[in-house]
């Protein structure tokens, strides 16, 4: 039997009835689609897409700014409380400390060995002994073939650069000062050179930067870290001159005063 087919109307007068133009079967279906349609579809579904993609980075980029920077505080915290218990709480040597130091001055990796103060960045960190990804991960850290803090040679230091820790290296100029902090001694430092170089020129980490056969006859510190931010292809580098040291039991130096 063939469907039944009614006719909508509606009234204009009492013996006036007007059919609508089209009749409507109790079997039709949906409407098909028009390519129109598809291609709007498609377009809402790409956009979609899109904006669900960047959530997902904005919060990835959150989290790389402000998500590591609270997880490497919480690990410099327990660092700096490592180096209170090694050196004595007074910072006078005649106080014993708490912890255990590493025998024959010798600190293993991953050891809290100093302090690193850039007045200019308003930033501080707990530096470790070793530069492997494993050492470096929460902290900066002390190539050990280089010179110690204070000595003859180069104290050679390499961190990430990432918004807790290297991030603003790149704003040192020329004058700026660095403070290391050891057990017994305040060493500050004056930046001289701010350059970029190649992965490859590991002569910046030299007792006498850039030329490894000399020796040396002046105390330097040299920071290292990637270049550009969010990449790795060149390192920047920043090399300062030992300026003056003071006894850490006579308090700040002048460079943290302010």
Same mark, same amino acid.
Not at 5 to 33: F, Q, W
Not at 37 to 58: C, N, Y
């Given at each position: 039997?063939?469907?039944?087919?009614?006719?909508?109307? +509606? +009234?204009?007068?009492?013996?006036?009835?007007?059919?609508?133009?089209?009749?409507?079967?109790?079997?039709?279906?949906?409407?098909?689609?028009?390519?129109?349609?598809?291609?709007? %579809?498609?377009?809402?579904?790409?956009?979609?897409?899109?904006?669900?993609?960047?959530?997902?980075? /904005?919060?990835?980029?959150?989290?790389?700014?402000?998500?590591?920077?609270?997880?490497?505080?919480?690990?410099?915290?327990?660092?700096?409380?490592?180096?209170?218990? =090694?050196?004595?709480?007074?910072?006078? #040597?005649?106080?014993?400390?708490? %912890?255990?130091?590493?025998?024959?001055?010798?600190? #293993?990796?991953?050891?809290?060995?100093?302090?690193?103060?850039?007045?200019?960045?308003?930033?501080?960190?707990?530096?470790? *002994?070793?530069?492997?990804?494993?050492? =470096?991960?929460?902290?900066?850290?002390?190539?050990?073939?280089?010179?110690?803090?204070? *000595?003859?040679?180069?104290?050679?230091?390499?961190?990430? +650069?990432?918004?807790?820790?290297?991030?603003?290296?790149?704003?040192?100029?020329?004058?700026?000062?660095?403070?290391?902090?050891?057990? %017994?001694?305040?060493?500050?430092?004056?930046? %001289?050179? +701010?350059?970029?170089?190649?992965?490859?020129?590991?002569?910046?980490?030299?007792?006498?930067?850039?030329?490894?056969?000399?020796?040396?006859?002046?105390?330097?510190?040299?920071?290292?870290?990637?270049?550009?931010?969010?990449?790795?292809?060149?390192? /920047?580098?920043?090399?300062?001159?030992?300026?003056?040291?003071?006894? !850490?039991?006579?308090?700040?130096?002048?460079?943290? !005063?302010?």
């Amino acid at each position: 039997m063939p469907p039944t087919t009614y006719y909508a109307s +509606r +009234r204009i007068g009492d013996d006036d009835p007007e059919p609508v133009s089209a009749p409507v079967s109790e079997t039709a279906g949906p409407p098909a689609r028009t390519r129109g349609d598809v291609v709007r %579809t498609g377009v809402r579904t790409l956009g979609e897409l899109l904006i669900t993609a960047g959530l997902v980075l /904005l919060l990835f980029a959150a989290y790389e700014i402000w998500g590591k920077a609270v997880i490497v505080q919480q690990h410099q915290n327990d660092l700096d409380k490592q180096l209170a218990q =090694i050196w004595g709480d007074s910072g006078d #040597p005649s106080h014993g400390p708490t %912890t255990a130091a590493p025998s024959a001055g010798k600190a #293993p990796p991953g050891w809290a060995i100093a302090r690193l103060y850039i007045p200019k960045l308003k930033k501080h960190w707990v530096v470790v *002994e070793g530069v492997s990804l494993a050492d =470096i991960k929460w902290a900066p850290g002390h190539y050990p073939k280089s010179a110690k803090p204070g *000595e003859l040679g180069n104290f050679a230091v390499a961190g990430h +650069r990432s918004p807790a820790i290297f991030w603003d290296l790149d704003k040192m100029n020329v004058g700026d000062e660095i403070v290391v902090e050891t057990q %017994t001694t305040f060493y500050t430092y004056r930046v %001289t050179t +701010r350059k970029i170089v190649k992965p490859t020129d590991v002569n910046v980490v030299a007792p006498v930067p850039g030329h490894p056969n000399e020796k040396p006859d002046t105390a330097m510190l040299t920071i290292t870290t990637c270049d550009p931010k969010w990449d790795n292809y060149h390192r /920047l580098i920043v090399h300062a001159v030992l300026k003056g040291s003071s006894p !850490r039991k006579d308090g700040l130096p002048e460079a943290l !005063r302010s």
